[in-house]
Every structure is written in C-alpha cells, then in structure tokens.
C-alpha cells in the first residue's frame, strides 16, 4: 500500500452567522473558524472545490466563497542566476577610533 498525496486546496467562507459553521463538516475539513471575523477556512480535495462551493454558496448563512491563491503563489525566493554583491563604504571602515559618546 503506497501513500498518494492528494491536491487540496483551501476555501474561505464568509458566513452571516458563525454558531451554523458546524455544518461546513460535510464539505471538507474544517481548519479555522473566525468569530469575530465571521470567516471559516475549509479544505478540500481539488477535483470537488467546483460541485462544493456551487453548494456552500446556497447556503442561507453564507454570504460568499472564496479560493485560496496559495498553489498559484511561487515560494522561491530569488531567481536561479541572480547574484548580488555586498558594497561596502570605505568612509566606514576608517581605522578611527570612535568615542562612546557616538555610541
């Protein structure tokens, strides 16, 4: 038996009101809820976000659906060839010695 990870993909409710949350359960795993944001954060397998958010959507205390963007997102920082060179000031390098008044 061999593990396969499966794409999911984060969903973000915004609910009228936060006690009817507990039913989003049945769409996914709920994550987070916010009361005083009135937000929940929902997972789900990426094949079903299209059937389930046209779901969640007519839910009488949803007032709208929204995708994460975080798969879309590049989490490289930098590029492949970029380099950079530290430039340093002379003037601060000065062999002066600084008085602890300065400091």
């Known amino acids: 038996m061999t593990f396969v990870?499966?794409?999911r993909r984060s969903v973000i409710v915004y609910l009228k009101n936060v006690r009817q949350a507990r039913q989003l359960r049945?769409?996914?795993v709920v994550n987070y809820i916010s009361e005083k944001m009135k937000y929940a954060v929902i997972y789900m397998d990426e094949q079903d976000i299209e059937t389930k958010t046209k779901?969640?959507?007519?839910?009488?205390?949803?007032?709208?659906?929204?995708?994460?963007?975080?798969?879309?997102v590049d989490?490289?920082?930098?590029?492949?060839?970029?380099?950079?060179?530290?430039?340093?000031?002379?003037?601060?390098?000065?062999?002066?010695?600084?008085d602890e008044e300065e400091l």
């Not at 969640?56 to 975080?70: A, K, M, P, Q």
Request: no cysteine; net charge negative; charged share 25%.
């Open 75 to 98: 989490t490289t920082v930098g590029g492949d060839g970029e380099s950079f060179e530290l430039m340093i000031d002379p003037d601060e390098l000065s062999d002066e010695p600084v």
């Open 26 to 28: 049945r769409f996914g």
């Open 5 to 7: 990870v499966k794409p």
């Open 55 to 72: 779901l969640i959507e007519r839910l009488g205390f949803v007032s709208s659906v929204s995708l994460s963007h975080w798969p879309e």
